[in-house]
Nanobody
Framework: QVQLVESGGGLVQAGGSLRLSCAAS????????MGWYRQAPGNQRESVAR???????NYADSVKGRFTISRDNANNTVYLQMNSLKPDDTAVYYC???????????????WGQGTQVTVSS
Protein backbone atom coordinates (compact mmCIF):
# COMPACT_ATOMS: atom_id res chain seq x y z
CA GLN A 1 0.00 0.00 0.00
CA VAL A 2 1.29 3.43 -0.96
CA GLN A 3 0.62 6.59 1.01
CA LEU A 4 1.45 10.26 0.39
CA VAL A 5 1.55 12.50 3.43
CA GLU A 6 1.75 16.27 3.08
CA SER A 7 2.70 18.95 5.55
CA GLY A 8 3.53 22.64 5.64
CA GLY A 9 0.36 24.48 4.69
CA GLY A 10 -1.00 27.39 6.65
CA LEU A 11 -1.90 31.06 6.71
CA VAL A 12 0.56 33.67 5.49
CA GLN A 13 0.43 37.31 4.47
CA ALA A 14 0.94 38.35 0.87
CA GLY A 15 4.62 38.47 0.05
CA GLY A 16 5.42 35.76 2.56
CA SER A 17 6.74 32.25 2.10
CA LEU A 18 5.71 28.69 2.88
CA ARG A 19 7.34 25.33 2.28
CA LEU A 20 5.27 22.25 1.55
CA SER A 21 6.57 18.72 1.99
CA CYS A 22 5.22 15.40 0.77
CA ALA A 23 6.61 11.98 1.61
CA ALA A 24 5.64 8.86 -0.30
CA SER A 25 5.83 5.64 1.68
CA UNK A 26 4.89 2.02 1.33
CA UNK A 27 5.72 -0.68 -1.17
CA UNK A 28 7.30 1.48 -3.88
CA UNK A 29 9.40 0.06 -6.66
CA UNK A 30 10.05 3.22 -8.63
CA UNK A 31 8.87 6.82 -8.64
CA UNK A 32 8.71 8.36 -12.10
CA UNK A 33 7.74 11.85 -11.07
CA MET A 34 6.28 13.82 -8.21
CA GLY A 35 4.49 17.11 -8.24
CA TRP A 36 1.99 19.51 -6.77
CA TYR A 37 -1.48 20.49 -7.84
CA ARG A 38 -3.85 23.01 -6.32
CA GLN A 39 -7.56 23.63 -6.30
CA ALA A 40 -9.22 26.86 -5.28
CA PRO A 41 -12.96 27.02 -4.48
CA GLY A 42 -15.00 26.91 -7.68
CA ASN A 43 -11.97 26.10 -9.81
CA GLN A 44 -10.63 22.94 -11.36
CA ARG A 45 -7.54 21.29 -9.98
CA GLU A 46 -4.47 22.63 -11.77
CA SER A 47 -0.87 21.56 -12.01
CA VAL A 48 1.55 23.79 -10.15
CA ALA A 49 4.92 22.09 -10.53
CA ARG A 50 6.41 18.73 -11.37
CA UNK A 51 9.84 17.14 -10.99
CA UNK A 52 10.96 14.03 -12.82
CA UNK A 53 13.26 11.39 -11.40
CA UNK A 54 16.19 12.83 -13.35
CA UNK A 55 15.62 16.25 -11.82
CA UNK A 56 14.02 18.15 -14.67
CA UNK A 57 11.20 20.43 -13.63
CA ASN A 58 8.26 22.29 -15.06
CA TYR A 59 6.05 24.97 -13.59
CA ALA A 60 2.75 26.64 -14.23
CA ASP A 61 3.27 30.09 -15.73
CA SER A 62 1.53 31.67 -12.74
CA VAL A 63 4.20 30.45 -10.30
CA LYS A 64 7.40 30.63 -12.37
CA GLY A 65 10.09 32.58 -10.59
CA ARG A 66 8.28 32.36 -7.25
CA PHE A 67 7.95 28.63 -6.52
CA THR A 68 10.69 26.02 -6.52
CA ILE A 69 10.13 22.28 -6.53
CA SER A 70 12.81 19.91 -5.29
CA ARG A 71 13.05 16.25 -4.48
CA ASP A 72 14.87 13.84 -2.20
CA ASN A 73 14.93 10.67 -4.28
CA ALA A 74 16.36 8.53 -1.51
CA ASN A 75 13.39 9.28 0.71
CA ASN A 76 10.71 9.70 -1.99
CA THR A 77 10.01 13.18 -0.71
CA VAL A 78 9.11 16.28 -2.70
CA TYR A 79 9.16 19.88 -1.54
CA LEU A 80 7.57 23.06 -2.80
CA GLN A 81 9.16 26.30 -1.69
CA MET A 82 6.67 29.08 -2.26
CA ASN A 83 7.94 32.66 -2.12
CA SER A 84 6.30 36.01 -2.85
CA LEU A 85 2.92 34.47 -2.20
CA LYS A 86 -0.18 36.20 -3.52
CA PRO A 87 -3.83 35.95 -2.48
CA ASP A 88 -4.44 34.17 -5.80
CA ASP A 89 -2.25 31.33 -4.54
CA THR A 90 -4.87 30.48 -1.93
CA ALA A 91 -5.99 26.90 -2.51
CA VAL A 92 -5.80 23.35 -1.27
CA TYR A 93 -2.48 21.96 -2.45
CA TYR A 94 -2.26 18.28 -3.34
CA CYS A 95 0.83 16.16 -3.70
CA UNK A 96 0.89 13.80 -6.68
CA UNK A 97 3.18 10.91 -7.49
CA UNK A 98 3.32 8.73 -10.59
CA UNK A 99 4.93 5.55 -9.40
CA UNK A 100 5.16 1.79 -9.74
CA UNK A 101 4.38 -0.23 -6.61
CA UNK A 102 6.07 -3.57 -6.08
CA UNK A 103 4.10 -6.33 -7.75
CA UNK A 104 2.76 -4.04 -10.51
CA UNK A 105 4.23 -3.53 -13.97
CA UNK A 106 2.70 -0.17 -14.80
CA UNK A 107 2.76 3.20 -13.13
CA UNK A 108 -0.23 4.76 -11.40
CA UNK A 109 -1.15 8.11 -9.92
CA UNK A 110 -1.29 8.57 -6.16
CA TRP A 111 -2.52 11.62 -4.26
CA GLY A 112 -2.06 13.16 -0.88
CA GLN A 113 -4.94 14.31 1.28
CA GLY A 114 -4.35 17.99 0.54
CA THR A 115 -3.09 20.86 2.64
CA GLN A 116 -4.67 24.31 2.84
CA VAL A 117 -2.63 27.36 1.87
CA THR A 118 -4.25 30.70 2.60
CA VAL A 119 -2.62 33.98 1.60
CA SER A 120 -4.13 37.11 3.12
CA SER A 121 -3.90 40.50 1.46
Amino acid sequence: QVQLVESGGGLVQAGGSLRLSCAASGSIHRVNYMGWYRQAPGNQRESVARILSGGSTNYADSVKGRFTISRDNANNTVYLQMNSLKPDDTAVYYCNARLIPWGQYWDSDYWGQGTQVTVSS
